[in-house]
């Protein structure tokens, strides 16, 4: 019996900061179905109710490592990066490998933390080399850079992220942020895809 | 203990790049464990350490052959599989590079953005590469360089060629992993150089 399914379609226009839905292609396990390693993998009743976690938990281990890396790496405030700086590496990651639903996801979060939403919403129409102001424009162009193949990530970069006041801890955080996007973009994207709220 | 990313770019104890990434440890020590957790699993069950080790050498050097991650993953493959396989897989990877992101949006705003690419099919191939790995490979191709070109039937594919739903899960986090890894070591990289 094949596991893939092929969710009627219902993509969004383009890309938003209104929340969407997420179909998957592959089946996730069912909440009753799940063991207790995977509870416990999940880590939380927010992505116990998610069918994108459900899927990802079919290997537990790696769905936990994944996890406490994305919290670190977003929600270690007690040094580097500002909240909605990190967001905006997150989001530009997202608009260059096209990934609708983290974008969505992440551009909200960077106006919520921000309440810059006009700003937000310049990097989502106008891409990654839209005038975001400083450090954001910096943080955009350094992260769509690390995700190119080849890697375009250089010192002009570094040189760009110093002038608009990021210290070397700030930009490990740009570094992680656009990094951990390049990840979690090709999962989002590969796996199932993103609708409208109904 | 072994961190992959420190000996991949060099970081030594105490440096202030290692200050810096110790003051996130727990995404430090969980990027290693999600290395451990995909390549030394304690049971690999289906899905055997010799593909793990193809999809990653694979993976790599399509994306990153200038790094020295590309240099680790053949090696992995090349001690402890084989160096045949791992030249038939550097082989492929090498002829495949191409500049990416590119690939189709299929949400109707988006088409004038749209970058079509090369899709690889790998039905030719050297004799080392089974017609299963040939498929995790050409799924490798699709989620490194052109994945908003993916579709429900890429799963199917997978299946069809013997890849339990675990298993494509598995692969999935295994490719998505490395994007992350080889971009935090080209970062670091980069960023020591300009200390």
């Known amino acids: ?198 | 203990m072994t961190d992959i990313i420190d000996i991949l770019t060099g970081i030594e104890p105490g440096s202030t790049l290692d200050e810096i990434r110790r003051t996130r440890e727990q995404a430090r020590d969980n990027a290693q464990r999600s290395f451990e957790v995909l390549f030394e699993p304690e049971d690999p069950g289906t899905f055997s350490l010799a593909e793990r080790y193809a999809v990653a050498a694979y993976t790599v050097v399509l994306q990153a052959s200038a790094s020295p991650a590309a240099r680790f993953y053949t090696e992995l493959l090349e001690d402890e599989v084989s160096p045949e396989l791992a030249a038939a897989v550097a082989e492929l990877a090498k002829a495949d590079r191409c500049e990416g992101p590119y690939g189709e949006y299929k949400e109707a705003g988006l088409a004038a953005e749209s970058a079509p690419g090369p899709t690889v099919s790998y039905a030719q191939r050297p004799d080392f590469v089974s017609e299963r790995l040939a498929t995790a490979l050409e799924h490798a191709h699709l989620l490194s360089l052109h994945p908003r070109d993916a579709e429900a039937t890429h799963l199917r594919r997978l299946e069809d060629a013997g890849w339990n739903a675990d298993d494509i899960v598995t692969l999935s986090q295994l490719i998505s992993f490395l994007a992350f890894q080889i971009r935090v070591v080209d970062g670091l990289l980069a960023l020591k150089e300009a200390a």
């Open chain 1, 1 to 198: 019996m094949s596991n893939i399914q092929y969710p009627e379609s219902n993509r969004p226009e383009g890309f938003t900061q209104q929340g969407l839905g997420w179909q998957p292609w592959l089946a996730p396990v069912a909440e009753a179905d799940l063991t207790e390693t995977q509870r416990a993998a999940l880590i939380g009743q927010f992505r116990l109710k998610s069918p994108y976690f459900r899927l990802l938990v079919r290997n537990p281990e790696a769905l936990e490592a994944r996890t406490l890396t994305d919290q670190d790496i977003f929600y270690n405030v007690t040094s580097g990066l500002p909240r909605a700086e990190r967001e905006i590496a997150a989001s530009a990651a997202s608009r260059v490998n096209g990934c609708v639903y983290c974008a969505s996801v992440h551009t909200a979060r960077a106006t919520k933390e921000s309440g810059r939403e006009d700003d937000v919403q310049k990097l989502l129409d106008d891409g990654v080399t839209a005038d975001l102001g400083q450090p954001w424009s910096a943080i955009a162009q350094a992260s769509a850079a690390l995700t190119e193949t080849p890697n375009a990530f250089s010192a002009a970069h570094i040189e760009e992220l110093r002038e608009a006041g990021l210290d070397d801890a700030d930009i490990v955080d740009v570094i992680n942020g656009a990094a951990f996007f390049n990840w979690a973009n090709r999962l989002m994207l590969s796996l199932g895809e993103p609708s409208q709220p109904r």
